[in-house]
């Protein structure tokens, strides 16, 4: 016997919007089981119909900031085997994170970015299947926050070298011994590290721990 169409939920504020897109998922192989307009009437539907697949945007009343995004993640605590793709005008990259980290049969794809149907569709049947798809800009987006967010993008890779060794609980002649480099070099290039790494010299803080530190807590 033949498994039955995935069953489907859509979010949408924007009534023309959420009718087109129920319409689209319809006639591609799911049933569209019902449609909210806001992330209570989202909550109440998913948890009446137990869907196999949400789709839902970001954005929604009553303060259309993250209202559908923190819908999905209630979806996803409450119903995990139920698959969540979210649509989104906008990278909202913590929130996605959140989202995303959360396991599989999920998607996060920006409106403006969606200009083949027949890949939507291939999409939605990949999440429902247990996929995950994050559109490449949410991607890029997360790489720039990373090198934004790392404390260790400001040494050079030599010096990056020294750092490990450090790590390591080598000594300034250990870590000469292991980079054929003279000791000398060794103490330039920790002098280096510490003032790129803004790293103050008080009477409590040893700053040659302070880099060590920093670098395992960015590894």
Aim: charged share 25%.
């Amino acid at each position: 016997m033949a498994s039955r169409p995935p069953r489907v939920v859509v979010a949408e504020d924007d009534v023309l919007l959420r009718e087109g897109l129920a319409s689209l998922i319809d006639r591609s192989g799911f049933t569209v089981v019902g449609q909210a307009a806001d992330a209570a009437a989202l909550l109440a539907l998913v948890r009446e119909e137990v869907p196999d697949l949400v789709v839902v945007d970001i954005r929604m009343p009553p303060t259309q900031t993250t209202e559908g995004l923190q819908a999905a993640e209630v979806i996803r605590h409450e119903l995990p085997d139920t698959a969540i793709l979210v649509l989104s005008a906008h990278v909202e990259v913590d929130h996605a994170m959140t989202l995303l980290a959360s396991g599989r049969g999920v998607g996060y794809l920006l409106k403006s970015r969606i200009s083949d149907v027949s890949e939507f569709i291939e999409t939605l049947s990949r999440i429902a299947d247990g996929a995950c798809v994050v559109d490449p800009a949410l991607v890029q987006e997360l790489v720039n926050v990373n090198r934004r967010n790392d404390p260790l993008s400001v040494v050079s890779a030599r010096e990056r070298d020294v750092l490990t060794l450090m790590a390591e609980g080598r000594s300034n002649a250990g870590i000469a011994r292991r980079l054929w480099i003279t000791e000398g070099t060794v103490e330039k290039h920790v002098r280096s590290i510490l003032t790129k790494l803004s790293l103050p010299e008080t009477d409590d803080d040893h700053r040659r721990v302070l880099a060590v530190l920093t670098f395992l807590e960015s590894r």
